[in-house]
């Protein structure tokens, strides 16, 4: 199993511009959730979905869309990228969020917004 | 979820067991808690999680007081690629809680 996989890897926006993270999984996971982790902080919850075809808002959710068209795929679109919005991204996955089942973190996105 | 107390940093050397240390004394009943870490640059890593009872895998020990307000993860032999930031979390497990609260974590250094 490759796992949790994200692309790009690197990028750089200008303000204004919009771009689609990828994130996919082949472990046939349910959970799937998109976090941002900021210079010194910790992680923070964007969007997270339950299963194709649903998903909702974490908590810093504004600017940012998703949507779970399968099982295996979980993009993350920023509409108008803004320099707040530079940061390291994170995909995660869960086989559920039931019980104590762990979750599996993807290599990250480097986003600078300029 | 239960708020966590970890101390910023620890120093550990190489070959010996690094305790780390971790206080959520309002946890509940049925709070789980999870550890993770975090190797520069990459993404989080799951560790071991546990509810009440003691826990080991391949990777680490967890400890977990009988008043459940304190645990300690133990990595038996550390190496130089354990230094990371080690994250407790504690979380229901289920029903509409789906994030993990990352605070700020434990920064391992482990010393040749």
Redesign the interface.
């Known amino acids: 199993n490759a796992g949790?996989t994200q692309t790009p890897k690197f990028q750089v926006l200008k303000t204004g511009q919009s771009m689609t993270l990828q994130c996919a999984q082949d472990m046939n996971h349910e959970?799937m959730?998109w976090y941002r982790q900021d210079p010194?902080?910790?992680?923070r919850?964007i969007h997270?979905s339950?299963g194709a075809g649903i998903t909702?808002q974490?908590?810093v959710p504004n600017g940012y869309n998703v949507s779970r068209s399968t099982t295996e795929d979980f993009p993350l679109r920023l509409l108008s990228a803004a320099p707040s919005q530079t940061s390291v991204y994170?995909c995660?996955s869960s086989y559920s969020?039931?019980?104590?089942?762990?979750?599996?973190?993807?290599?990250?996105t480097r986003l600078t917004v300029l | 979820d239960a708020k966590t107390t970890q101390p910023p940093s620890m120093d550990c050397a190489e070959g010996r067991a690094a305790n780390l240390p971790c206080n959520h004394s309002t946890i509940s009943g049925n709070e789980y808690v999870y550890w993770y870490r975090q190797i520069h640059s990459q993404g989080p890593q799951y560790i071991i999680h546990g509810l009440k009872n003691n826990e080991t895998n391949e990777m680490a020990s967890l400890i977990i007081t009988e008043d459940r307000k304190s645990s300690t993860l133990i990595l038996p032999h550390a190496t130089l690629r354990d230094t990371a930031v080690y994250y407790c979390i504690v979380r229901v497990a289920g029903g509409s809680n789906y994030k993990l609260t990352f605070g700020k974590g434990t920064l391992l250094t482990v010393n040749p």
């Open positions: 949790v959970y959730s010194g902080m910790g992680l919850l997270y339950v909702d974490g908590e994170f995660a969020i039931v019980g104590g089942n762990e979750q599996f973190f993807g290599p990250g």
